[in-house]
């Protein structure tokens, strides 16, 4: 991709088929582009550059549906990560060839989030230069779910269940929604993936443990930094179709 002058902030997702999807609880079709169309069309309406990195759709359907601001990029799934953790790798070495281009990016689930509003030119963004922006849940982060889902990273972390404990009743952040400045995304990318390397990579439980991984590095070494919900992301799983005010919907 080549960024025209101004066009230096770039939306990322990633959609990997054929593997089992824990949390769908079915394997995705292969070129079934309408999973991702809605992303897509909301990118390609804001005129907001974006990738989507994908591993089976084929090169009709790229040809077809991808544009002058939206770029379909084929990647080769790494079967040592369920594809909720594999995405991040792919976004590392993408950003490590671009940090000189890319000012500012989001990453984001690519068939259930929706882009309302352009987030890089919103004022919040702007002026908060050294944030990390995500969506969150109506959920603390002691719930049932998120004790099963982080059982691996508990037994591996050191300081992992210390972590649980200290922000208990903080708001359960969503890692389909993450973004920021370079300077900040970067390492933190970067970090995530150091900390899936060394204990997630051979994860046979139930759970993907992206999720744990991501409250765990957002609250213990980004907590300060942290703005999510609203304006940023709509009510997670409330659907809200209507809504305009946001940056993201996610479901």
């Known amino acids: 991709m080549l960024f025209s002058s101004g066009q230096k902030q770039v939306i990322l997702a990633c959609h990997i088929t054929g593997v089992f999807d824990v949390n769908r609880n079915n394997t995705l079709p292969h070129d079934s582009y309408e999973l991702v169309q809605e992303w897509v069309d ?72 929706v882009v309302l509003n352009n987030p890089f030119h919103q004022p919040l963004f702007v002026d908060n230069p050294t944030a990390l922006f995500c969506g969150d849940e109506l959920k603390y982060l002691d719930n049932d779910w998120m ?3 982080a059982t691996l990273l508990r037994g591996r972390i050191a300081d992992y269940a210390d972590y649980e404990k200290t922000f208990a009743t903080e708001t359960l952040l969503n890692c389909g929604i993450i973004g920021g400045n370079m300077t900040l995304m970067q390492p933190f990318i970067e970090v995530l993936c150091q900390i899936h390397e060394q204990y997630n990579h051979d994860n046979q439980t139930a ?38 005010d946001c940056w993201f919907r996610h479901k």
Do not use: W
Not at 82 to 90: D, I, K, L, S
Not at 212 to 223: E, K, V
Not at 227 to 241: D, L, M, R, S, W
């Open 147 to 149: 004790k099963a889902h």
């Open 42 to 113: 909301s990118v390609t309406a804001l005129k907001i550059q974006g990738v989507l990195f994908h591993n089976n759709f084929t090169e009709a359907t790229c040809e077809l549906f991808q544009n002058e601001y939206v770029t379909f990029v084929r990647i080769v799934h790494n079967p040592l990560f369920n594809p909720n953790v594999y995405r991040y790798f792919v976004y590392r070495d993408y950003i490590r060839d671009r940090s000189h281009e890319i000012v500012s990016f989001f990453v984001t689930d690519s068939s259930d989030v």
């Open 207 to 244: 759970y993907t443990g992206d999720m744990g991984a991501f409250n765990y590095l957002a609250r213990t070494r980004f907590n300060e930094q942290l703005i999510h919900g609203e304006p940023v992301n709509t009510v997670f799983k409330a659907y809200q179709t209507d809504r305009t």
